[in-house]
């Protein structure tokens, strides 16, 4: 008991707490026209508790809210996905019944203008540098040494078997 008393007497004598305040967006393209946004806030008190915020992604359509509360992170990171290619300012501002105070903005470019993604060729079967294929059956394949450039010393042999070469 006497700790809950300790700890309300400290919450009463504690300044009112000011809005968490955005500081800084950021976006990064994540593959095509998905983004990955990054929105970070500055608790000037411990008791800058919650706050939330609304990310306008600059095309016309309905962006992500995030939200903080008790004990998360400073930054908050959330995903959209625009409907084309092209250049997009973010726009992020407070909202809801806890708004975040301040704004923060950032310019991102997403999806190559009239690049298409390019088809994907079936792999075919490849033997490493130095290395010819031997045979092949459906996936399965052998590769034997090109043109072997081993120099036998005077009394041995050059061989090849098993995997290996060498001079016997």
Known sequence: MKNKILLLLLFISLPAAAAPRISNVSAKEASGTEVVITVTIERPTP?????????????????????????????????????????????????????????AQATVTVGAKGAKPAAAKAAKPACPDGWEMASTQGASFTCRVKNPTLACPEGTKYFAGKGEVGCK
Do not use: E
């Open 47 to 103: 008791l800058d508790l919650v706050c939330s915020a609304t990310i306008d992604p600059g095309d016309g359509g309905r962006g992500p809210t995030v939200s903080w509360d008790v004990g998360d992170r400073r930054t908050k990171t959330t995903r959209y996905d625009f409907k084309k290619p092209g250049t997009y300012t973010l726009k992020v501002s407070g909202t809801g019944n806890d708004p975040c105070g301040g704004s």
